[in-house]
Every structure is written in C-alpha cells, then in structure tokens.
C-alpha cells in the first residue's frame, strides 16, 4: 500500500488554508476584453487583492489592448503571482494579437519580479507564432521555479514544438548558472501535432531535466521513432508517476522503446497508451516490462484500449497486473481479444484479485476474424510503417526552416497529413502514393466513407462550422438552433467512422470527432442553447424521436457514434448536464413497435457504465 506522507497532507492543508483569498478568479466568465476599458474590473480585482498567488483568466478572450492594463496592473502587483492559469484565453483573435498579448503579459511578470510554479496556456490555438511570443518569457528568471507547464491543444506544430525546446533547454542552462535548475515536474502539450520532430526535440528537454514527474502528450501524430527518442529522453526521470502518450503510433517497435525503461519508473502510478496501435506484439513487450514483481507497485491506472490486441495479449496482461495492488482502473476496452480472451482476462485477474480493476470490455472487430488474418495484415502494416518512417527521417528540415513563416500559418490553418494513409476502395488498401482528390464538406456528407473522410483536407473543422452557419441562415427556426442540429448530423457523420477497421479512417474521426465535439458545447454554452443542444444529441442518437417530420432519418452507423463518445464524454470541455441527459436516456429502453433486438445494445451499455464511472468518481 502507498506509505502515509504526513509532511505532504501537511503542505496541502496549508496550501488549502491560504488559497481562499490568495488570488483572482474570472474563470468561464465569457468576458470578451477588447480595450484597455473593458479590462477595468480585472485590473482592480488585482489591484484589490492583498496576495495575489494566482490569476485566473480561463474562458474568456483578451485583446492586445486589454492585455496590456492587465499587464501594467501585474507589473505593479504581480511579484507573489505564483500560477497563471491562462487557458482558453484568446478565442476569436487573430494570430496576429496572440503574440503581443503574451508578450505583454510576460514582460510584466519579469519586472515584477515574478517566480511561476504554474503556467497554463492550454487550449490557445496560438501555433508556431504564439510559441515565439512565449519564448522569451519562459527564458526569464521569472519560469527558473517552473513546475507545472500546460500547453495542451495549442496547435504547435513541429517548428512550433522545436521553438518551445529550444526555449526550456535555455531556462534550464539559464536557471542553471544562475544556481537553482529549472526542475519542472509537469509537462502537458496534447493536442500540438508535434509528430516525431518536435518528440525528439522535447526528448532532449527531458533527458537534461529529470525532475519530471506526469509527461501527457496525447495526439501528436509521433510514430516509433519519435516515440523511441521520448523513451530514452525519459529514462532520466526516474520520478515519472504519470506517462500518458494516448492516440499517438507507437507499435510494438516503439514499445520496444518503451519497455526498456519502464523499469527505471518505480514510482509510476499511471500508464495511457489507449489507441496506440501497439498490437498483440506490442502489449506482450510491454506486459513483459511490467510483469517484474516489485517493479511498479503503485501502478493504479493502465490505458491500453483500442490497440488492436487479440486473444494472445490477454494472459500476458493479466499476469502484469497480478502483484499491482494499488490498481484502481484496467483499460481494454475496443481490442480484438474475442470470447476466449476475455474469458482468460477475466479468469486470470480473479484469480488474482485485480477484477474489480477491470472496466468495460467490448471488441472492436467481430468474433469471425481469425487472429491468424490480423498477424498477416500487421506484418504488412508494419512494412509500411516502417517504410513511412523512413520518408519522413530522410525529409530536408534545413528547407523547411527557411521557410519557417510560411510553414508556421500553414501549421495554424490545416490538419496535419496523415503518415499513414489506407482507404476503403472496394474491399482493397490503396498506398498514399497515389494523388487523391480533395473533397468538400458537402461531397462528404452525402457519402460520408472512410474514403471521403481521408480526402478532407483543409482546416476542416471551420469548414463545417462555416457549412453549418450556411444552412443556417435562411431557417423558419432560430439560426442558433439550426446551427446546432446540422452541426449535430456532421458530427454524427464523422463519428460512425470511428469504429471502422482501418487505422487511419478511424484515427481521423476519432480526432476529427473531439474537435467538433468540442466546438458545438462551447457554442452551446456561449448561446445559452444547452438544452436545444442536448435534445439533438438525442435525436440524432436515436434515443428519443424528432418533434421535426422533416428532420429526416437516422442514415449513420449509430454504434460507431455510440462507441465516439465514451472518450469524448470524459473530456473537460463535456457539459455535466449533457452527460446527465445521456445518462438517463440510455437507461430508457427504447419503445418500438416491432419487438426486435437492438444492434447497438451493447455499445449503449459500454457507454453508460463510462457515465456511471464518471459521476461515482
């Protein structure tokens, strides 16, 4: 059992004490802060306080100019700030205004003499060019006491992520002549499309500070070779308690990678590989690092669903867990383990008393598919990679530099490329060698395949919010509500895919999905639609009937939809009531005329025990 850290509960109780007035908090206010006026309420609520420890801005957007008195306002009272909690701070602004904004407010810092321990900037689309504007501060002796840094969903991308290394390996060699190293213990920068540059030059970041204690880097597109140079960076850190790299390839030649050091994190509490494709291949190596008695007795948490493991993987994973009695939480939900893997991992993990770890476990490919037909097709997938890889090491990044301007906006503006391209065509796998043809939006949703999905390009998320707002605009009902319910269809349309059988269709709509997911509940919240919001949902979920006739009928693949939402539902950006409405629906049985078995039974049960999961924590 983890030991009782008396001195610790003892600094939290003091921490708690003292945070009641010890800051300013305009969270989720909605406040759009455009001149120096507008700013005027948070200027004296920091002029105010008598200890200003933190400033908490989060949900609301800041223009250049009202970044500025809030910044004059911090030079004179901001030298006890210790966490700024600056997330989702610039909705609606320009690339432009972004960089000035932070500029200001870190040079203010600076001359207030400011010492951070916490710094969140997450879910600021700022990309490449708000990185620069940040750089210079988190070079300041204002970052040397950094412990915490979030850049979760900033939208960085592979220069954007080499700038934000160069700058941490320069307040380390800064911090470090000045007599007190930079050893920041959180590093969060999900979402940032890094792929395996920016992994290798964050590697070198980690392998210098070892301090770290929760690395979370989810959705980077890194495949093997990034992922290999993140195991190597973290193998000096051998306080790591959290390592989440969720949704990025990392294959069983980047588990490899990361079995050889996992041995070296004794105190890991959390593991998050879900949607990694690691294979059967990849799990055994893993569950072999992770087998050793004694190596990892707080482990509480391991992640390894959606990765495409058959029946062979269960006994392996299911005796890593035997000795790990601190395991709260087992994740393996959406593989390919069939009737007889479960059995064993059920079987196994009573025996040694680790059931209750278990959660849902539902597969993601049907009983009829041999595991002999998948070691085949992974063998060949693996050639592919392989050969991707190799493409992508042997690109001139000397070029790219050169014209790293153009590459930053382009970074903002589209989704990155898929590495890894296989579509539908027939029942064959067509290479991305071949030049397809773009699609719009329109031509999607009237035939809404794996195969139109991968031909999106574009900054595809506008595009449909842009699609949307034109269907919108000549409505008999609200444009609010209007907006909402076709909305609702893309996202539907989207999120079917989900559950399609080949990696790259699903990747994208999975991704594609959460940003969608994402944009209609703030719309939602912003436009005080909540409840219109919800009641799509239900209808285009098939759990209540359209009060609409001309609402037309439910053409998508629901379980696909149903499967979608699992993650989605857990995301900080889900509303509570949403979840609450999901909730009571699916307890609902749904009335038919005809007496007949629902297909999607099983998916709607695997969601709702995520909802239950969720509100009993």
């Avoid at 382009?410 to 590495?419: G, I, L, Y």
């Avoid at 919001?533 to 439910?554: M, Q, R």
Wanted: contains cysteine; aromatic residues 6%; charged residues 25%.
């Amino acid at each position: 059992m983890t030991s009782f850290n008396l001195s610790g509960l003892k600094d939290q109780l003091t921490e708690v004490q003292n945070s009641s007035n010890a800051g300013v908090s305009f969270s989720k206010k909605s406040l759009k802060l455009d001149s120096e006026e507008d700013a005027l309420e948070v200027v004296k609520a920091i002029h105010e306080c008598a200890n200003l420890e933190y400033l908490d801005l989060e949900g609301n957007t800041l223009g250049p100019h009202a970044a500025k008195a809030v910044a004059e306002a911090l030079e004179e009272k901001g030298s006890s700030l210790k966490r700024a909690l600056w997330k989702d701070m610039f909705t609606g602004r320009l690339k432009t205004e972004i960089p000035k904004a932070i500029e200001y407010l870190g040079t203010a810092l600076c001359s207030a003499g400011t010492h951070l321990i916490e710094l969140d900037l997450s879910d600021n689309a700022f990309g490449p060019i708000g990185i620069k504007g940040l750089a210079n501060f988190l070079t300041s002796s204002s970052c040397y006491t950094l412990r915490e840094l979030k850049l979760n969903n900033n939208g960085l991308g592979i220069s954007g992520g080499k700038i934000l290394a160069k700058a941490l390996l320069d307040c380390y060699d800064n911090s470090s002549k000045a007599g007190s190293c930079l050893a920041l213990k959180v590093f969060v920068a999900g979402r940032n499309r890094l792929e395996n540059e920016g992994a290798k030059a964050l590697a070198s970041v980690f392998q210098k500070l070892t301090s770290l204690e929760e690395v979370v880097m989810p959705q980077n597109s890194i495949y093997y070779a990034g992922i290999t140079a993140l195991a190597n960076g973290l193998s000096a850190n051998r306080k790591l308690r959290v390592l989440n790299l969720n949704d990025n390839t990392v294959g069983p030649k980047g588990a490899q990678a990361l079995a050889k050091v996992l041995p070296n994190f004794r105190n890991l509490e959390q593991l998050n590989l879900g949607d990694c494709l690691l294979k059967t291949k990849g799990s055994v190596i893993l569950a072999d690092a992770l087998v050793i008695k004694g190596n990892h007795p707080l482990l509480a948490e391991v992640n390894l669903s959606y990765n495409e493991i058959h029946a062979k993987g269960a006994n392996p994973i299911a005796n890593a867990m035997a000795d790990k009695v601190e395991l709260i939480t087992l994740q393996l939900d959406g593989n390919a383990f069939g009737s007889e893997g479960r059995d064993i991992l059920r079987k196994v993990l009573t025996e040694s008393n680790r059931i209750d770890s278990l959660s849902t476990l539902s597969d993601n490919y049907s009983e009829d598919e041999s595991e002999e037909d998948h070691d085949a097709e992974d063998e060949e997938e693996d050639k592919v990679e392989d050969s991707e890889c190799e493409v992508d090491e042997s690109e001139d990044h000397d070029a790219e530099d050169e014209e790293e301007d153009k590459v930053e906006d382009s970074e903002c503006e589209n989704e990155s490329k898929e590495n890894e391209v296989v579509i539908e065509n027939n029942g064959n796998k067509t290479p991305d060698n071949i030049a397809l043809p773009e699609v719009t939006v329109a031509q999607f949703l009237k035939s809404p395949t794996g195969k139109m999905l991968l031909l999106l390009q574009g900054d595809i998320v506008q595009d449909c919010i842009d699609y949307a707002k034109d269907l919108s605009k000549n409505s008999d009902t609200s444009p609010e509500l209007k907006f909402i319910e076709e909305f609702t269809k893309i996202i539907m349309k989207v999120s079917a895919n989900c559950t399609s059988v080949y990696f790259d269709v699903s990747k994208k709509a999975k991704n594609l999905t959460d940003a969608l997911y994402s944009k209609l509940c703030s719309f939602a919240v912003e436009n005080d639609q909540i409840s219109i919001w919800n009641n799509a949902l239900l209808v285009n979920l098939g759990l209540i009937k359209s009060e609409d006739k001309n609402n037309g009928k439910i053409i998508w693949n629901l379980e696909g939809c149903f499967k979608a939402l699992e993650p989605i539902i857990q995301k900080d950006y889900f509303l509570n009531e949403t979840r609450t409405t999901l909730k009571i629906f699916l307890e609902k049985p749904v009335k038919n005329s005809r007496t007949k078995a629902d297909s999607c039974q099983d998916s709607k049960d695997s969601l709702r025990a995520v909802l239950n999961r969720i509100q009993s924590t």
